[in-house]
């Protein structure tokens, strides 16, 4: 497994960006699918963006397509999750992914980082 910790979390006006980093260990990296997820207060975790491992073909959840950018520097072993136009909904802990299943589900993933808190203030 890949061990994985994210960053650039904080509090943030309605309207503002936040990037959010996730690092990961290991020399294998290019070879894993990447997803972030987040997790309301009182919500299930969903998935909100995905990026495989070889095209870097990518999805975006209805809810921050269109906002929110996802993108992945092999070299640095990295995965990015660019949020714009934040708004109070998407205040949540911020997690990511790695897998090796197509698909933006929990189930395809295996390897999760901590958490990140992402507030949005209206």
């Known amino acids: 497994q890949v061990q994985l910790v994210e960053s650039g979390g904080g509090l943030v006006q309605a309207g503002g960006s936040l990037r959010l980093s996730c690092a990961a260990s290991?020399?294998?990296?290019?070879?894993?699918?990447m997803g972030w997820f987040r997790q309301a207060p009182g919500k299930e975790r969903e998935g909100i963006s995905c990026?495989?491992?070889?095209?870097?073909?990518?999805y975006y959840a209805e809810p921050v397509k269109g906002r929110f950018t996802i993108s992945r520097d092999n070299a640095k072993n990295t995965v990015y999750l660019q949020m714009d136009s934040l708004r109070p909904e998407d205040t949540a802990v911020y997690y990511c992914?790695?897998?090796?299943?197509?698909?933006?589900?929990?189930?395809?993933?295996?390897?999760w980082g901590q958490g990140t808190q992402v507030t949005v203030s209206s």
């Open positions: 992914a790695a897998g090796h299943h197509l698909g933006c589900y929990e189930a395809d993933f295996g390897s």
């Open positions: 990026i495989s491992s070889s095209v870097g073909s990518t």
């Open positions: 290991g020399r294998t990296f290019s070879s894993y699918a």
